[in-house]
């Protein structure tokens, strides 16, 4: 639950998306470098009481959370500093970076601050003081260099793009309005309640809603197996705390494999971020982003399909690679097609709404996985491919859907962005 707490602070990004794009990334990093080391001094001073508080802990990784995501959003907008056409390989290098970081400060615990002793041994107050120094740096850093030039064009859509998109059908956002958030303010006197309310408006609608659920399923269905592969591993290999020697030969397999999703699916991840990226800025002339968003999808499909059948570590090793690939994929593909959709001046508040279904989704699956383990445990631990394998099946069934809903947003807006 606390990591999930931790991932909602992350993904908690419509306020702070409306902040980066109302005061800019020095102020929004700013506010993540308070937020953020402000956050880890507050859990290195719990780790010396004699507190273990789950609330405290879960606020605490709330405010960690939402400092990672003031200096994600405002570092994902560099990509606006590069032409046009290269607007994917550069997004995707950025989204590459931060979905390497959990793997990257993992090595550097385990190398400084874990003990070869026991985990109760850990310098976990050390680590988590260290981790308020870097946020500090990092954050301060940003803010006093973070720029984002302004093209002289107006709109990342022009007019005929957006009539040929048939955004004038029931429930969409009207052309107006996507035009007037895509360039900004007419005049210099623009209230702030006007802003809001376009911003409200902009976060409401049918197709927004649409791409929000998307987001959310793909989120959810990709943390499922990412956030669950000791449980898995375990599960397959039948591995439990007994003593005897099949018990042991059974665990030390299912560390190997999960050691391996610990390397293997982060690696997969982040090529896959810059290699749509990149695929997407040559492609765009004959393929939109949104068509490029249905395939990984497909692919996040397939994932859970394996999983559901999978008897043997290949199998899942397989699964791992397929979701791994999706889900970064998606990452990167989204804002992309959210940039060309609604315009570079709005981007921040667009993709920080949506952003929210990343920490949604996994409470949605979450507890469906919990009760589905716990009803094939025998004692405290379960064993079998039956542990996982029903809560795959959902998940095959909500991807379904999420298929279903990428094809009718690509369909849709077919040929946005395709300005090349």
């Not at 989120?219 to 592969?229: A, E, K, R, Y």
């Not at 991840?269 to 810059?274: D, L």
């Not at 749509?276 to 393929?287: A, I």
Request: proline share 2%.
């Amino acid at each position: 639950m606390i990591v999930n707490v931790a991932n909602a602070g992350l993904c908690f990004g419509a306020v702070v998306g409306i902040i980066c794009d109302t005061f800019g990334g020095g102020v929004t990093n700013f506010l993540g470098a308070a937020s953020g080391s402000g956050g880890y001094l507050l859990l290195y001073g719990l780790t010396k009481t004699s507190s273990r508080s789950t609330p405290l802990y879960a606020l605490f990784f709330f405010l960690v959370g939402q400092g990672s995501q003031c200096m994600y959003m405002a570092s994902l907008m560099n990509y606006l500093n590069f032409p046009r056409n290269h607007h994917g390989t550069a997004l995707g290098i950025l989204d590459c970076v931060f979905g390497l970081s959990p793997a990257l400060f993992s090595v550097l615990y385990d190398n400084l601050f874990r003990s070869k002793a026991s985990s109760e041994d850990d310098d976990l107050s050390g680590f988590y003081l260290a981790m308020s120094g870097i946020m500090a740096v990092t954050g301060l850093i940003g803010a006093c260099t973070w720029h984002v030039e302004q093209t002289s064009e107006a709109s990342d859509l022009d007019s005929s793009e957006l009539r040929t998109s048939e955004h004038h059908s029931t429930g969409s956002l009207p052309t107006e309005l996507y035009m007037a958030l895509a360039e900004g303010p007419s005049t210099q006197n623009d209230s702030t309640f006007t802003k809001m309310l376009q911003y409200g408006r902009l976060l409401c609608n049918v197709d927004t809603g649409i791409i929000f659920c998307m987001f959310t399923i793909c989120s959810g269905v990709g943390l499922l197996f990412i956030n669950n592969t000791d449980f898995i591993a375990d599960a397959l290999y039948e591995c439990s705390p007994d003593s005897s020697n099949k018990s042991t030969i059974a665990c030390h397999r299912s560390r190997q494999l999960v050691d391996l999703f610990g390397w293997l699916i982060p690696l997969v991840s982040c090529g896959t971020r810059i290699f749509v990226g990149t695929v997407s800025d040559r492609l765009q002339k004959v393929v939109s982003r949104g068509a490029l968003i249905v395939v990984q999808i497909f692919i996040l499909l397939l994932g859970t399909l394996v999983t559901v059948i999978a008897s043997e570590a290949s199998h899942l090793k397989l699964a791992g690679i397929l979701i791994g690939s999706a889900f970064g994929g998606i990452w990167c593909l989204t804002p992309l097609f959210i940039g060309d959709l609604f315009g570079s001046k709005s981007f921040g508040t667009v993709w920080g709404g949506i952003l929210f279904g990343g920490a949604l989704g996994p409470f949605m699956l979450q507890p469906f996985w919990s009760y589905e383990y716990k009803r094939h445990a025998r004692s405290t631990y379960c064993k079998g491919t039956s542990c996982y394998s029903t809560t795959f099946e959902l998940a095959f069934g909500v991807s379904i859907v999420a298929l279903g809903m990428s094809l009718y947003v690509a369909r849709k807006f077919r040929q946005v962005g395709q300005y090349i």
